[in-house]
């Protein structure tokens, strides 16, 4: 669209891997754990490291691809998303999970990416936006939204496109009323609902 | 937040024998996460709990039982809870939002924390946050506030749709503990602020939230749940109602009734289902009971509609109940 | 020209890369090297900072810096006032001082390694204030209610006062609107990077020439030293209008810390910093004679500020000219509180305004026992009162029309509390819809390339009306090429200045300089045909030859004539041409200008709970002409939804104690979901203005909102014979009908 808006390709992962000394410090009588989440079958030595930030690894499939990370566990899914994995295209509205801009969809279930932890994917299968789009063609329910007008200055397009997606799969887009029902978790406030709808209907009728 | 560490549970036991030397269960998440981020929850310890095998749900005689870590979506979804207890599912599909829904378990729907905005602040007085702090709310906006089971202490009302219909239908939940399993009534896990309203439930430390248990009942297919409030969705409830009838001959043999939005916890209405009981289901008899429900209200300055509300909903709530009967 | 894509309800030009996920936001263009900025916000709503415990946050983990007032750097703040900032008064200087003015006015900002890590140091700061009662009730009898310093406060025609006391049949009420925070879907954020003395911000804004000229103004920089960049707006109804304090902070953090920085609101932050629509008492009196002429009119109104700048709008500016009386008086009046400033929210001024006078219209149509649109009828004036001039196009009483008759109104049973449908109440109600149609002077630049495509560029913004498809539009008519052989591109401040990108301006003013640029890159495509020996053209005189669908003939020849592929092949180099657009001064003095509309609203009231459940909207309007029906249909029933969170649902509430908005969050501060949408519907009434502006367009973004909280309002007395003069109407309100 613009040639400026190219040039934030360069971003990269966030520095939640790199360790400060005092974290460091603080793993120092740990060792480097292999294992994903660390169950309480060996977590002996997780309560001397309680208090200072360490970081997991987790791993899990993001559109398809595998992704194996070394995070702090407080980083929700959504801030891996967009800082850690440089997929901007879910997008954080509230970070208070009332708003909907973030819906992703895990395990081909829809949720909010902001209230959940992404060191308890581990193995999960995480679709967001950017993979919906196969070989140059865009999904359907991608191009009923600009057929039908479901967006305007686009911000909750994503997270509205994915939770209509699931709103699809759940059953839940036989009309017109039960969409509007079962796509009330995502806010738009350039108001562009009517579009949605339509989109979700008439992508729901191709599917 | 709070840095933490985050241990995978690789059976109850191992989780509860965590859990009773400190650290949180957590499941969905969606309230947990949001309080952390928040810092008015910093957990050092959490036990992620998903993987435990406490998420089916099935029939045995007339109840039905519903493992805490089932997710809201799926309780709603579910042709038996439909079927046997529409309630459950209606009050369910009432709360939250599709995305919230598939994440939240019914575990920790019971346990999720009030909606007061002062609870949230960490720069104001709260005494469930932090005790002998105050209340910033009860001289403060109150509008959203309790009129029920109030105290001098806290105000905040008891934000679950769910746990209302469970505690009108007598549900009952199963919890595994350090000294072993108990049940209780739904009704019973809820405290009254009073003066230590930072204890909300009444589980002993460690104790884990299996099932919830809803037992079959001659009103339980007449049954509605009405949320009152000012935008048709995504929102907390101002008043909500959950009302089930049994009507035999044209008479009400047994009622059932709880409200939302007006307690300190899921509040059941028991003189209004005695008032009901061997009365004609029609609009004054409802409304003599509903009149019922506003005794001992505390009203604040900015809730007083929900005293006017509040029997006005019930009203309606018997009357969509009756409907279906 | 080629007369055929302005009009065309094509889809989105950028669809595809919103729906991708592809569309950068300010928030997305995350740099090499990039720390992260939190925001640490005061905690009391008047006073000073005492003590702040630094040592022990500056150790946290990931901590790089902490900055407050004690170590930040003494910022140049040479003077700057964007035509959007207050004429009166001088922007808040963040970390200069200790001075707490506001409650959540930014007192320190937090820089690290990681989100987690500056999320956690700042809400880890603490800080001691002397902190003082702020007043921030505007209803408070203590405010002081100042006369706006920057004038035209008053205006007044005949004697209103009088009139009103005199007339047969009077209304004389009170008004109250509640405070509203813009929320758009995307939070306030910047990226700050320094490259020497030079600043590049990519920054959430609506107005990019000012936030480069600002910023440059507070850091003491020449303003080519500044680039703002910012190609997707999240939505934004004026809230980034403003070059706010979190912009300066973002820069000044990462010429401290030496490294890029990213800033970004939390959702909380949205409510106390950027800025809200200032809740407004009113008063409206209207006296008529028995057959509803209007004999006077009198508007008060009293709107919010700061207590360090003057912000203002137009509150009473709609009653001037809507109707036609003889005595007319309107006072605007600010009442200063210890907050943030306000600045303009969605039809701004004029939609407070236009409650309330649309709403003691409607008392009076009751009062009169005539049907509020035959009021309205008897009141149209036949030029604007207030300035003597003849109105450029009005359409209002088309606009009745053509909405009475696609919203049923004759269904209507004119006796309040009288419609039914099964146990809920019916209610039908209308409004008058107006806006300005103003135009500021902009610049474009248009490149005809050798491929014969073209490309337009402007410092103009996108904040979801579509300004990038419709400014593609306006290229590839005015160029006669096919829409896909133009690509407009907006969003930096290296491209010619526009104006703001608000007030339903940003199509009359960058649409006309896009115009203005495409007919002299035509201009210059023809002297080069002209000049060239090699040419079918060469040596014809320029009023000798024309263009038509982007071929250049001799005047009525029929032969194919070139294209501008044709014209560029011979000689190489792209042609580049800007253009520039202002309206004519001459024009300007000669003519009032106004888009008008009416708004119909349905709504079904449950009498027993008092839930308000809005049916349908519909809208006709008179804006001009329509670029791109598509578009402007979605604008304005987003507008109509807009207008419903108004009425019904939208409110800040403020603790008096200290100031601080209890429900800043979007679970507490509701506006619409998708469940709530009424049936929508929005018209337009054909309409052509030779004088607004060469596209004869007037705007459509604030008007699609105005009128719609008054519709919604008129319906609920209609169903319930409740008058409620306070927005917004909530259960609450209900109870007692």
Redesign the interface.
Known sequence: MNDKSDMAHAARPVASTDMSRRDVLALAGATASVSVIPTLLDSTAMAETAVASITVLVSFTVNDQRQQLNIDPRQSLLDVLRETLDLPGTKKGCNQGACGACTVLVDGRRIVSCLTLASMHDDAQIETIEGLEKDGELHPLQEAFVAHEGLQCGFCTSGQIMSGLGCIAEGHSGSPEEIQFWMSGNICRCGAYPGIVAAVADAAKRS | ???????????AE??I??AATGARY?A???TL??L??E?VERP??L??I?GLPLGGIRVEGDDLLIGALARM?DVA?DNNVQRLQPLIAESL?EG?????R??ASMGGNMLQRV?C??F????VGCNKRTPGSGC?AI???N??HAILGTSDYCVATHPSDVAVALVALDATMRVHGPQGERSFPVEDLFRIPGDTPHLEHTLLPGELIVELRVPGGPYARNARY?K?????????A??SAAAALAIENGVIREARLAVGGVGTRPWRLRACEAALAGKKPDRQAFEEAAELATEGVRPLHHNA?KV??LP??I??ALELAGEVA | MNMNIIGKPLTRVDGRTKVAGKARYAADFNQPDQLYAVLVSATVGLGRVREIETAEVEEMPGVVSLITYRNAPKLTYLPHKGVIDPAVGERLHVLQDDTVRFYGQPVAIVVADSLDHAEHAAAALRIRYDAQRPMVDHADQQVARIVPEAGGADRSRGDADAAVAEAAVKVDEYYDMARENHNPMEPHATIAAWSGDRLTLWSKSQFLMNEQAEIAAVFGLPTENVEVICPFIGGAFGTSLRTWPHVTLSALAARHVQRPVKLVLTRKQMFFTTGHRPRSLQRVALGATPDGKLTGVVHEGTGETSRYEQFTEALTAVTDYLYSCPNVRTQYRLAQLDTGTPNHMRGPGEASGIFALESAMDELSYKLGIDPIELRRRNEPQIDEAEGKPFSSRSLMRCYELGAERFGWARRSPEPHSMRDGRLLIGMGAATATYPAFHAPSSARVRLLADGTAEIEAAASDMGPGTYTSMTQVAAEYLGLQLEQVRFRLGTTDYPPTPSHGGSWTMASVGSAIRAACLEAQSQAAQRAIADQNSPVFGVSREGVEWTEGRLRRRGDTLPGLSYRDILASAGNPIEADGFARRDPEIAEKYSMHSFGAVFAEVAIDPDVGTIRVRRVVGAYGIGRVVNPLLAKSQCTGGMIGGMGMALMERTVLDARDGRPVNAHMADYLMPVNLDMPELEALFVDEVDPHVNPLGVKGLGEIALVGTAPAIANAVFHATGKRVRKLPIQIENMLTA
């Open positions: 937040m709070f840095p933490f560490t985050l241990e995978k549970a690789g059976s191992a989780a024998a965590a957590i969905g998440g969606t996460i949001d952390m981020r810092e050092e310890r036990i992620d998903n979506a979804a599909i939250a939002s599709p995305q919230l598939n994440m909606r905005p002062y949230r602040m960490l720069d910033a001289e403060g906006i509008a959203g009405l009152v409030r000012d935008r048709a969705s995504y929102e907390f101002l008043v509609f006017v509300l006005r909903t009203v309606r």
